[in-house]
């Protein structure tokens, strides 16, 4: 599975984005990003998500589709759909991608809007799916909860029922790329996210993150990072997923095979449970959905502590244990 | 067999569906459904098979090429290759049409996985 960083720019604002300040000067041009397709196809990469920014602020973006189409990979996107028009909805339906997945944060358009910064954002974004699915256009409706649409998560599975779409949601905000942390702002806290949990995830969760619900063997690889994942940033870095901002080459000066061979990205391939010092211990581990990228962007190593892991995964403890408690 | 019930079937030509997609890794197709959201991995002798698909070729011509690669019997090799190739059309991987018809359509959904040829040998 590959992302693709189409570009950078986008015409919303919304306030828990981690790639606000980030600026790709030079973008790939469409005879490279082809080129590059061809590079991917040969390495037998099959699934391929587009995203940004805002991947309809390209206006060759139905060119760079139909190029990967042809080359045979299975294309999802991932858009905020304001830009989406029907001439466009129809030329999406011929390029038939697995999945458009659209980021819908409410119902109440005066909260979605308020979070997208952009106001008139969420009718567009609802007319998207829309037009999507009268085209018969696989679509998700994707959300992360905020302090802000809590109240929502109803409303917006319904929405996703009616429409026909996927639902999928998180609650975890990533550290954006110029060391903010709009988690702090925006984002739930433990109370928050232990009621999140008790309220919507039904009897069975919160699972526990392991499917064994054991502890984890220190010699299990900690992420698939750099072996079945990896991403392409707007100018043609290479990175070991879309989490790990660290560029382990460029496509336009090196050929995508010998960026993957490089031993460059061994290290992180190579990492185990064993590394991680300082969750080995951990009574929440169980619980725990630590991402490296999130803790490389939090203390600088991705076998460091994350404190947004650390602090869904104590919620989610809690979560079990009164649901535990409740006979459930 | 669908679509080709009044011809003989070993006149027929496959074509892939156009809402599969696949790689081919270490010697076996993974195939992606696009509109089922479905992935089939096939063994070596259905990939060979699969490979040999390219919609002008028909299901005799195919078995015929796969007899002689595998050094077994044509009428073995046909019966494999159509049991094949009919159940990835069931599946709606592929599409089975009479030798005149244009290329491959569209279609809405699949179910399942699609399986390897019966008797024919496995590997390669």
Known sequence: ???????????????????????????????????????????????????????????????????????????????????????????????????????????????????????GSHSKTVAAIRMCRERGIRTAVKTIFLKYNLGEYRALADFARATKSRFVFDYLLSPADDGRRPMDEHGLNEDEICQFLLKHSGPRAPAKKRADSSRPEGSEPICGLGCNTFAVTPCGDVLPCLAVRQSVGNLRSRSFKSIWTDSALDKIRDARYAALKDCMGCEYIEYCARCPGVALAECGNILGRSYTACRAARAAMRARKELNRRGN | MNKTTNIDPGKAIPFKSEDSVFRIVDGEAVVVDVSGNMVSVINRVGTRIWELVDGSRTVREIAGLIAAEYNIAVQTALEDALGFLQELSRNELAVLRPAAHGGPGRKNEKKTNAAAPGSLPKGS
């Open chain 1, 1 to 119: 599975m590959a992302h693709w960083e189409l570009t950078y720019r986008c015409n919303l604002e919304c306030v828990h984005c981690y790639a606000t300040k980030r600026r790709a000067p030079g973008e790939l041009s469409l005879p490279e990003i082809k080129k590059i397709l061809a590079q991917l196809a040969e390495a037998n990469c099959l699934f391929l998500c587009f995203t940004g920014g805002e991947i309809f602020c390209r206006r060759d973006l139905m060119s760079i589709l139909r190029a990967a189409r042809e080359r045979g990979f299975a294309l999802r996107l991932l858009t905020n759909g304001t830009l989406l028009t029907e001439q466009l909805a129809d030329e999406l339906a011929v390029i038939n991608p697995l999945s458009v997945e659209m980021s819908l944060y409410a119902m109440k358009p005066s909260v979605h809007d308020s979070i997208t910064g952009v106001p």
